[in-house]
């Protein structure tokens, strides 16, 4: 999961330690079933058979990639997990890493070809579906072609086990995967768990704190991870139509019932680029946007 | 590159509640948070046992806190008070608290007719009274259900006390609905400076209620209280003097019933809004019991958290009281019962008040109240007790409190 993972709760000590158990093992499967770093997850295997033959899928893959193309369809197609492929382009063109290190002073633009060649491997609409005696299976038609689920592994993780906390009985309790977060409930006094928002151009400050009572709150922002370009800060999320990083929006943070539902809406935002804010205003209901020059759009 | 903040762009400004938008059937975030429900997720609705007191808090909480009330030229009191509570596991929660009162300042002793109209007299002598008190409390839960016990003592030169009560508590339907029950008894001495003589009097108290959630942000509670007791209720120091023409005037000392029965309604409703933070509560109460005395209480309150988690709550009361039936402010015979304390009056009463919260760290807490009362005869509809004098009142309590 590459993240650190923290969980906060209001209760004895023999309850949270049960509690932390079942988080580490939930995201230990979460992570061994969908990761594409591990040669034996589905998300592995699917990629692996790119170009070959069509994967049968699970239940639960299938209900996560029928969310992500709700994702691609409700973005207008920027939100798309088959442009996993820009990222390697991208990187090999200088690695993507916070705007502080000192490896990240200049990367190059990668060459026309090369650019024209991975664009080719991208576009969710290209997959084919099957659906034959009630399973569901995917099939990647090109040799090179891939489905990373990025971030929304890592939110589904996050909501799979706040429900399980929730069924042990604990509801003040706080999950936070690197970022996102999820609360199972409020504090026992009714009071909210109190969320400081990372200030995208100032390292250590905050840009607000946001009261959460219980439900998803994950931010996608340029400020962490990102390339810069001839002095020019663009994000680590890629437009699949034009191969290039988006840029616009420093950052956008969600609140929804669920830490899917809040991240993907966060990450669509971004990949709006200047017209994220607008995008949030019809989208969700609890939000605060940052734009590069300091203008603001919330619903608090 | 300046960093203000321009106005904020809202395109929806005909849908600033954020459940429209939520709820939209076209807006995006509705069509992802259907898509969602295909997954094995679950959202929860708020239990009805997250809006009662603060039960399964790990570690403990100490609080230490001055309170000082102050009536209008008459009684002060200050009371520096230290409380705990701890919870060793989940299920079991153990508190308690000691305090200790100064009472100083002039009681009214007399109430004399003699200047034509009634009028309040104080005695001369001024009253300093200590009053030391502590109450220790536990409970311990299985499953959804939780028994409590409590014990507490109060003692003054002429005055001790010792009670005691249990509770009972179930959480049903999904945790939505909590019904509880309590009993309690109290054992009374009264003393009066310089007599040996000591008083008894012993009282019971039943309670039963239910809370009952009614929406994820709503939820209402009801409890019914009946009590009875026996014993000497007088107040030693009081008497009334009416005067009727020229010669001695007619005594009559502070005397009540030997027995009460008294009955108590709280009903109350609390509505959050997410919006702008803040819940609402609306209280109403009803008190009758047989010596006569009618009262009704509404009480408006909305407690709005802050981003920093500080907290803070306006609450306003308004109370009328219909007087006991042997309450008067002259006696033209001396009787069995008769009593000129003006607590047993007819009047109304309005309470201002405000309590706010401050934390300081993430363990460390300040807590003010503030409260204004007032009370005037005429305020009560249908009118008060005639020449009833005003009472106005104020009240300040200051804490800190520890979590560790």
Same mark, same amino acid.
């Given at each position: ?29 979460? =992570?061994?079933?969908f ?22 899928l699970?239940?639960e ?20 997990? &088959? ?6 382009? +991208?990187?090999?063109a200088? #690695? ?8 990240? &002073?200049?990367?190059?633009l ?10 080719a *491997? ?22 090179g072609?891939e ?7 890592? =939110? ?14 604990? /509801? ?14 409020p +504090? ?48 680590h ?8 990083p988006?840029?616009g929006?420093? /950052?956008?943070?969600v ?34 946007a ?9 619903r608090? | 590159m300046?960093w =203000? ?26 069509l992802?948070?259907?898509?969602? !429900?295909?997954?094995p ?17 790990d ?8 309170l ?36 100083s ?29 502590? =109450? ?8 959804e259900? %939780? ?6 003592? /109060? ?5 001790r ?15 939505? &609905?909590t019904?509880?029950v ?12 310089g007599?040996p003589i ?8 039943v ?26 209720y007088?107040?030693?120091y ?17 005397? %009540?019933?030997?027995?009460r ?27 009758r ?11 408006l ?27 008067a ?28 919260? +401050?934390? *300081?760290?993430?363990? #460390?807490?300040?807590? !003010? ?7 005037r005869?005429?305020w ?5 007790t ?8 104020g009240?300040?309590?200051?804490g ?5």
């Amino acid at each position: 999961m590459s993240c650190r993972i923290e969980l906060q709760a209001v209760s004895s000590a023999p309850v949270f330690a049960k509690a932390a158990a079942t988080v580490e093992a939930e995201t230990r499967r979460i =992570e061994a079933h969908f990761s594409r770093y591990r040669p034996d997850s589905m998300v592995s295997r699917i990629n692996q058979a790119a170009g070959k033959q069509a994967v049968v899928l699970d239940a639960e893959t299938a209900a996560l990639l029928d969310f992500a193309d709700h994702c691609y369809r409700a973005s207008g197609g920027v939100f798309d997990i &088959t442009s996993g492929a820009l990222r390697q382009l +991208w990187a090999q063109a200088g #690695s993507l890493a916070a705007p502080l290190a000192a490896s990240a &002073t200049r990367h190059r633009l990668p060459d026309a070809a090369a650019l024209a060649r991975v664009c080719a *491997l991208i576009g969710w609409e290209k997959l084919v579906w099957q659906r034959a005696h009630g399973e569901t299976s995917i099939f990647l038609p090109q040799p090179g072609m891939e489905i990373d689920l990025g971030g929304l592994g890592k =939110e589904y993780a996050a909501d799979r086990a706040a429900t399980l906390l929730r069924q042990q009985g604990l /509801s003040a309790a706080l999950l936070n995967f690197g970022g996102d977060l999820h609360a199972c409930g409020p +504090w026992p006094d009714g009071s909210p768990w109190q969320v400081g928002i990372a200030h995208p151009r100032q390292p250590g400050a905050l840009l607000a704190t946001l009261p959460l009572f219980q439900g998803g709150l994950a931010s996608s922002g340029d400020y962490a991870r990102c390339l810069l370009i001839d002095g020019v800060r663009y994000s680590h999320l890629f437009d699949p139509r034009s191969g290039y990083p988006v840029r616009g929006l420093a /950052s956008a943070t969600v609140l929804a019932d669920t830490c899917l539902v809040a991240g993907a809406l966060a990450s669509i935002a971004l990949l709006h680029g200047a017209a994220g804010g607008d995008f949030l205003a019809s989208a969700a209901s609890r939000y605060l946007a940052v734009d590069d020059a300091g203008r603001q759009w919330q619903r608090r | 590159m300046g960093w =203000e903040v321009a106005a904020v762009a809202a395109i929806d400004s005909l849908c600033r509640s954020a459940g429209a938008i939520a709820r939209n059937p076209t807006s995006v975030g509705f069509l992802l948070a259907s898509a969602a !429900l295909a997954l094995p997720l679950s959202s929860t609705p708020v239990q009805a046992g997250d809006f009662s007191s603060p039960a399964g808090v790990d570690a403990a909480e100490v609080g230490v806190a001055y309170l000082r009330y102050q009536e209008n030229g008459r009684m002060r009191a200050d009371a520096p008070l230290l409380w705990f509570n701890v919870s060793p596991d989940e299920s079991l929660q153990i508190g308690g608290s000691v305090d200790l009162d100064t009472l100083s300042g002039a009681s009214v002793q007399y109430v004399s007719n003699r200047s034509g109209t009634p009028v309040h007299a104080l005695s001369g002598a001024s009253v300093n009274e200590r009053r030391t008190g502590s =109450e220790v409390h536990a409970s311990k839960a299985w499953g959804e259900q %939780r028994v409590g016990v409590s014990v507490a003592q /109060s003692r003054e030169t002429d005055y001790r006390s010792q009670s005691a009560a249990i509770d009972y508590r179930i959480e049903t339907n999904a945790r939505n &609905t909590t019904y509880s029950v309590g009993l309690g008894h109290s054992s009374d001495e009264i003393g009066k400076h310089g007599s040996p003589i000591w008083r008894a009097r012993h009282s019971q108290d039943v309670l039963l209620g239910v809370t009952q959630l009614l929406t994820a942000r709503s939820l209402v509670q009801s409890n019914l209280a009946y009590g009875w007791g026996s014993g000497d209720y007088n107040d030693p120091y009081k008497s009334t003097l009416s005067f009727f023409g020229p010669g001695a005037p007619v005594v009559q000392p502070d005397r %009540r019933p030997e027995a009460r029965h008294h009955l108590a309604w709280l009903s109350r409703y609390r509505h959050f809004l997410p919006q702008i933070n803040t819940a609402l509560g609306l209280d109403y109460r009803y008190y009758r019991d047989d010596w006569g005395v009618r009262a009704h209480t509404v009480e408006l309150s909305a407690a709005h958290t802050l981003e920093n988690g500080a907290r803070w709550v306006p609450l306003l009361r308004y109370y009328t009281q219909h007087a006991a039936d042997f309450y008067a402010q002259s006696f033209a015979v001396r009787s069995a019962t008769g009593s000129s304390d003006t607590r047993l009056a007819a009047f109304g009463a309005l309470t201002l008040g405000l309590r706010f919260e +401050w934390p *300081l760290t993430a363990q #460390s807490r300040v807590d !003010l109240s503030l409260a204004s009362y007032r009370q005037r005869a005429a305020w009560r509809p249908g009118g008060g007790t005639p020449d009833l004098p005003r009472l106005d009142a104020g009240y300040l309590m200051l804490g800190y409190v520890w979590r560790f």
